[in-house]
């Protein structure tokens, strides 16, 4: 069920998508119930199939928390459009499990989108969990450079230029860990795509709500902490799930945005996996050698051989 404006009950409907993440999520939403007090809200996780009794805690611990229960993962862009159908908010703030709220961000990024009719998502501004600047939005949506450096694991910004401790400003997409939407635009836009299964889908959808004639803002009055990588169970670089990261950005190469670059940025990808893979191979390196490997094969399209990883 799709509710209409007339039958709004909150201000914000705060969605979480949740795999696996039981205590950050618990953390998550201490901080959102601690500290949300200026507007009405309710909030809506959606479980992907965890099995870390993660539903149970937040049944116990958080009786007024609607829990939707998936029996799999649907990814994080079709988990949230499914969450979106229970939604009863104005606004509706797609929030990450491993999150932790430093102030009233709900409130404060709520009241600039009531207060900035031509801005139709924003995001605060996000921290490390030692409050040091952490990446929290994008200057671009899609373009030659960023996606070059994406595919050459060149930072394409320093984290200071994603941060800004001044006031709120145009941007070309905000990081997906904390996204508020108006429920209007979210709708006009044709909500999240959900051709990706996890990761691209910020700057898909900012670039279609800048086609529509609104802005994208960062809101640095909004203070977040974000212990990235947390909902997807990352420590390093090397531990990424090369396999959805890769197939996301071809989808946006070759489906979506730079279709003519999309030979290019294959034959990077293919370049750098292959190279790595020998240079890790060289220096016996097997963890890293696996990696690389399943990167590989994910660029030529084919499953990883059975013992290839031993």
């Known amino acids: 069920m799709n509710n209409t404006c007339s039958s709004l009950l909150y201000t914000v ?85 491993d999150t932790v709220l430093l102030n009233d961000a709900v409130s404060i990024l709520a009241t600039y989108l009531d207060t900035t009719p031509s801005v139709a998502l924003c995001g605060g501004n996000l921290y490390t969990p030692d409050e040091q600047p952490n990446g929290s939005y994008s200057l671009f949506t899609h373009s030659v450079l960023r996606e070059i450096c994406i595919a050459l694991n060149i930072p394409y910004s320093d984290k200071g230029e994603h941060f800004n401790t001044g006031h709120s400003k145009p941007v070309g997409t905000i990081c997906g860990a904390d996204m ?42 909004a203070r977040i902490i974000h212990f990235e990588g947390g909902a997807t169970h990352l420590n390093t670089v090397f531990d990424k799930p090369s396999k959805f990261f890769f197939i996301s950005s071809q989808l946006a190469y070759s ?56």
Request: hydrophobic share 40%; with cysteine; net charge positive.
């Open 13 to 97: 409907s705060v969605i979480i998508v949740n795999y696996n993440t039981r205590d950050y999520l618990d953390n998550c939403l201490r901080s959102l119930f601690a500290l949300t007090k200026g507007v009405s809200f309710e909030v809506i996780v959606i479980d992907n199939a965890s099995s870390d009794d993660s539903v149970r805690m937040v049944k116990d611990s958080y009786p007024s928390v609607t829990v939707i229960e998936s029996d799999r993962n649907l990814g994080f862009g079709a988990a949230n459009n499914r969450a979106f159908d229970e939604a009863k908010g104005k606004y509706i703030f797609f929030l990450n499990p």
């Open 180 to 221: 508020m939407i108006k429920r209007t635009v979210f709708e006009k836009v044709g909500r999240f795509n959900e051709i990706f299964f996890m990761y691209y889908e910020e700057p898909d959808l900012c670039s279609r709500i800048k086609k529509a004639g609104f802005a994208v803002h960062s809101v640095p009055e």
């Open 255 to 310: 489906k979506l945005h730079l279709k003519l670059l999309y030979p290019v940025l294959w034959a990077i990808h293919f370049g750098k996996s292959a190279l790595a893979y020998l240079v890790y191979s060289l220096k016996k390196n097997q963890r890293r050698k696996v990696y690389w490997l399943n990167y590989l094969f994910t660029v030529c399209g084919k499953p990883l051989p059975a013992g290839a990883s031993k």
